[in-house]
């Protein structure tokens, strides 16, 4: 039953477990990529977003989809009319192989620094998975980053015109870090979000909330729910798109052009999502 809710939370809120089967089949699947709002765009997967923020002084690019994932994310850039070869900057959102797999071999093509939180940091350079993190025993190795640097909360990445602030939410994972910036388009400016995963999630056998190796998990995700909650949001984009129904407004932008993504409540809803999830799992959790 535990595990029911568990798995049940992560997929409901668009951030799946990130053991070897679990979402597997959208994490690779074919999505075109499209313009989001601006000078930001989606270049990840159908299951694993991956964003770009682009500038004439070189570009930034959030994630880089599971781990064989990158030369899909690369052909999006390239088929957008930018150049892979232009990133300067790689960020990243958490620690586990659906999202950050694919980042070393993206590293390499575009020579781009790699940004992240010193914990994520610490799995990033090794390849190895992090032992404290409740999903462990479930968690793939991957290819160890090069050309790496950790942030502080609240940091501002500088590129040229681009700004992007990170904005640790921890609990999902100890690193676990989301990303604001700005973008405009015909006059308009949006507070964009790229949202983490915010969902408490634990392999079978472990507890997401009575984890020795991890004791702050449930106050970490408490606290990143608030801060999304928080965040000055027009544009969200979540690590995994169907958790802030990405797709859905994907098929009004025909119709609505780029304000098909704008929900001015949609950090609000997610991180209300969250909320109930962490509550079954809790609750479940507590049961003998």
């Not at 990130?18 to 997967?45: K, L």
């Not at 859905?248 to 001015?264: N, T």
Request: include cysteine.
């Amino acid at each position: 039953m535990k595990n029911t809710i568990r798995l049940a939370a992560a997929l409901l809120l668009g951030g799946a477990s990130a053991s070897a089967g679990a979402g597997a089949a959208d994490w690779y699947a074919s999505q075109d990529p499209f313009a989001v709002y601006g000078n930001t765009y989606y270049v990840g997967t159908r299951g694993i977003s991956a964003v770009l923020i682009t500038s004439p002084a070189g570009h930034i690019l959030i994630d880089g989809g599971p781990s064989g994932a990158s030369a899909q994310i690369a052909a999006h850039i390239r088929q957008l009319g930018f150049k892979v070869e232009d990133i300067r900057y790689i960020l990243s959102g958490h620690e586990h192989f659906d999202h950050a797999g694919g980042i070393a071999a993206l590293q390499k093509m575009s020579g781009a620094v790699v940004l992240a939180s010193p914990a994520s940091v610490e799995v990033l350079r090794t390849g190895q998975p992090d032992k404290r993190d409740a999903q462990y025993p479930g968690l793939q190795p991957m290819d160890p980053v090069a050309n790496t640097r950790a942030v502080r909360d609240g940091e501002v990445v500088k590129l040229g015109p681009l700004a992007v602030t990170a904005r640790f939410t921890p609990g999902h994972t100890p690193g676990a870090t989301s990303w604001t910036w700005q973008s405009n388009e015909g006059g308009k400016t949006m507070h964009m979000v790229y949202a983490d995963s915010i969902n408490a999630l634990a392999a079978d056998g472990r507890s997401f909330s009575r984890n020795p190796l991890y004791p702050n998990a449930r106050a970490d995700i408490e606290h990143s729910i608030s801060t999304v909650k928080g965040l000055d949001c027009d544009v969200l984009v979540s690590a995994h798109p169907e958790g802030s129904d990405l797709w859905e407004r994907k098929a009004k932008q025909a119709e609505l052009g780029d304000a098909a993504f704008v929900d001015h409540d949609a950090c609000r809803k997610y991180a209300a999502n969250a909320r109930t999830r962490l509550e079954g799992v809790l609750a479940a959790e507590a049961r003998p």
